[in-house]
């Protein structure tokens, strides 16, 4: 696990998503498959904790065992809540960390590349991944909603048979829904009303009266007032749900069990959906997906400095 030619933002020596996120990212490009605890104590201490000191505003190399068992800890957290889907584990004697074979090391890399990749925020590439990490969202909601659950990107720019004025976007989608248009006008222009993903779980009699999921999928850093992108009073005046839809919003980073605003966040929507809420709900990707997440991803471990083969 060489870090001198990973491209890789150094994260706080105290924060643990900060610090697991680039433990698995250097894992994943190192193209290892298992990193002692010992190595990974040896990769700190040269990069995070690189100086390391005894001064009263310097960090102690006692810091540097508390940020490696903060580490070793949220892998574990991760594995415990993202299941079989979650490529990494700590091993049983706590020795080190492994990232297993498979496809799901592809599609979590996906999302963790995203969060950081310093490069793809300066050179603001964001709109490579906006459709992607979209599709992703679709295949985890539809697996969460269960079996017979339908879903679209209804998201802008437009794509599939989704027409690309936003009048013509709702009818159509009234229409897949099985559902009449609401009584307010829906003005002709290119958005998404803030839904990215339509998910619904209709019935065999195919009448009104079902459950309706509208998801603001984002992959921006100030990501926690996004839900508010949903306006149900607007929505409820484009389509007749009946009853008002269940709102969502999904992002492709690892949400600390303590993060500050996680009671404002679950207030303003009712389904969160982090990177490891992903993982966990996804089913396998269509291959077309699939193939364009690995493209992606293979395209930004080069430009990370990483090695390919865990993305063979």
């Known amino acids: ?110 999302l963790l590349f995203i969060c950081v990749s310093r490069d793809m925020r300066v050179q603001k590439r964001q709109k490579e991944v906006d459709e992607s990490f979209d599709l992703l969202v679709l295949q985890s909601l539809r697996g969460y909603l269960g079996s017979g659950a339908q879903a679209l990107r209804f998201g802008s720019p437009a794509s599939g048979e989704r027409p690309t004025k936003f009048r013509d976007a709702v009818r159509w989608l009234a229409g897949e829904l099985g559902l009449g248009l609401g009584r307010g006008d829906a003005r002709s222009h290119s958005g998404d009303g803030g839904a990215d993903i339509v998910a619904w779980v209709p019935f065999a009699d195919k009448r009104e009266g079902f459950l309706v999921v509208l998801a603001q999928c984002t ?70 997906l699939f193939r364009d997440v690995r493209k992606w991803v293979r395209k930004e471990a080069k430009t990370l400095g990483g090695s390919l083969d865990a993305f063979a």
């Open 1 to 110: 696990m060489n870090s001198l030619a990973l491209k890789l933002p150094i994260p706080s020596g105290d924060e643990p998503t900060e610090l697991t996120d680039w433990c698995e990212a250097h894992l994943l490009l190192s193209g290892e498959k298992y990193v002692s605890r010992s190595k990974l104590r040896s990769l700190l201490r040269n990069t995070v904790f690189i100086d390391a000191a005894e001064g009263p505003n310097d960090l102690s190399p006692s810091d540097l065992d508390i940020a490696l068992e903060m580490i070793v800890a949220e892998v574990e957290r991760r594995s415990r809540h993202g299941g079989a889907q979650y490529p990494f584990a700590v091993e049983s004697s706590r020795t080190g960390v492994s990232v297993a074979d498979g496809p799901h090391r592809v599609t979590y890399g996906f």
């Open 219 to 288: 992959v921006q850093l100030e990501w926690h007032n996004k839900g508010k992108d949903i306006v149900l009073d607007r929505w409820r005046g484009w389509v007749d749900f009946g009853k008002d839809p269940t709102t969502c919003l999904a992002v492709p980073f690892a949400v600390a069990p303590g993060y500050a605003a996680w009671d404002e966040v679950r207030r303003t929507t009712h389904i969160v959906f982090d990177r490891i809420r992903l993982m966990r709900q996804l089913p396998p990707l269509p291959d077309t």
